[in-house]
């Protein structure tokens, strides 16, 4: 013959600590035809589970403000580089006013080098 499991606890007239079966409360009279007991290793696995998730967590945040820095350290180098291109394209063209006044310098100078010397006379010019 068969017994539910309800039928077994009610039937049960002590337990290990022992409460008779019928005072206790409906969910333990559940468990204890279950033969329910705490798991040590299941226990274990949850704990570092968890520690291992807080450990992961706190790993994750690391790389997030390593992330942010390096965000930073790139838009730090974009000004720099901009800035630099910029004065780049400034000595360009510097260097290209620079040029066309040496070209002007030099067209004067030698000009006013020919109007300002006599020509060479001639040996026979001067015989005469």
Known sequence: MTTSPS???STSSSSSNGVCGSSL???????????????PDIEKQINASRLRTKQLRSESKQIEKEIEQLKSESLRV???????????EQIKKENARLAELNAKLSAISSSSATNSTPPPSTPGESET
């Open 7 to 9: 039928q077994q606890a």
């Open 25 to 39: 409360p409906r969910w333990r009279l559940f468990l204890q035809t279950l033969n329910w007991r705490r798991n």
């Open 78 to 88: 974009r000004r720099e580089t901009e800035q630099i291109k910029s004065e780049t």
